[in-house]
């Protein structure tokens, strides 16, 4: 009798005292921080998500602000500097490898843009479904590791967007253009 009242309270202490299996639970908050990104909406939204995901060094957001069909153009002097790297065209996958390098926390500990997209990006050209862009950029490095590398570029960006049939914009070609002595094209080449 004794055996049949202890086996009694451990199942009456483990039906009630535990919760139900099959119940949802709370979701868990997400892991990381959250950048301050803006829907893909407008071309100006894709341009300052462009900046965000660099300051934040989020390779992710980075890459989704460009096709998959993606090109770079790098100004002429850095194609002639480093024909090693611009002989091929410069799509989505030399981004990729550049940009995990670049944001690598290990190597860089700071990207910070001199000038916004907000104040220097000028519409050139513009339809319902393209925008042409000009945005002079000056962004500010720490990195380590690579002594090659600017410390600073400053140049002339010309990104082309296009609009999906979602109604999202998406940057199809970025063309990099000096106006100081590193640029974007010389980080790429030298990172």
Sequence with gaps: ??????????LLVLVFGCRNPFATREPEPPTGEQLPLLEPTSA????????????YMSINDYMDTLSEDFLFVPDGSDSERFPDVFSEPWGREEESIFCQ???????TTLI?????VDSNATVIEETAEFVH?????????IHH?????????????????????????????WEDEKTDSHTWGELRATF
């Design 112 to 116: 910070s843009f001199s000038s916004s």
């Design 133 to 141: 862009y000009r945005y002079d950029y000056h962004i500010a490095l």
């Design 145 to 173: 590791h690579h002594t090659d590398a600017p410390r600073s570029v400053k140049g002339s960006a010309e990104f082309s967007l296009r609009c999906d049939q979602q109604g999202n914009w998406i940057i199809f070609q």
């Design 1 to 10: 009798m004794r055996i049949h009242t202890a086996i009694l309270i451990v």
């Design 101 to 107: 390098r670049l944001f690598d926390k290990e190597m």
């Design 44 to 55: 100006e939204n894709v341009l300052k998500n462009l900046e965000i995901s660099c300051e």
